[in-house]
């Protein structure tokens, strides 16, 4: 296999790129709720995200985050009293996700061949502060930057503009590196290289959407395809 040429920088995404969100579908359940509506919640989340960043709003993650879990769950036979409360759990699971297993390696692998490092997120800086202190990262990582500071949300690509702008690199030479097509795809209409993790093995939509320089398994795979 040829390797791929390093990239200055590395943009990451944060939110099921980096951590592992199955701990939210326990959260669900421990309210009495199906786990499968955790995946329907977050979806819903970045859903309404999206539709308010093409009408030129740049909205607060968790904001959203509670109104979906509202949507959702309000109307059902089977909701919690408290909705307010049981918002405030299933945050509470949100905000102190694991890292995937390659994350961790991958991450030092990258770090080790010099590649810059940085997090771009739609959800908050503290969330993804939350993740390196847990793992402790802070070494690896050179910057955690939110869309919360961007003009608009990903994958709008004047998010992509601003991390580039933030650290002073032009787009051929960063790479985006996330698990969802969407962000892949805002990424290339920003310029910039792309890698999709294919690490639950879904396919890419290469028929509707841009296509990723690489597709790799994992963090460390992706480390693997710069390696000498």
Partial sequence: MSHA??????VLDVNE???DLSPVATAFTDLGLPDHLA????????????????VGENPVFADLARASFHSLVGGRADAPDDLDAAADQVLEAFTTLPLHPD????????????????TLSNGSVEVAQGLVERNDLGGVLDELLSVTDA????????????????????P?????????????????TAGMRTAYVARSGAPYPHDTMRSPELTVSSLTDLADRFAD
């Fill in 103 to 118: 994350v961790e390696p991958g991450l030092r692998a990258l770090d080790d061949l010099g590649i810059r490092l940085v």
């Fill in 151 to 170: 003009p608009l949300w990903k994958p709008d690509p004047l998010a992509y503009k601003y991390a580039l702008s933030t650290c002073e690199v032009e």
């Fill in 39 to 54: 995946a329907t919640w977050f979806a819903g989340t970045l859903r309404d995200g999206m539709a308010l960043t093409v």
């Fill in 5 to 10: 040429p390093l990239p200055a920088l590395i």
């Fill in 172 to 188: 051929e030479d960063a790479m985006l590196v996330a698990v969802h097509p969407w962000d892949v795809h805002g990424a290339a």
């Fill in 17 to 19: 790129t980096l951590s």
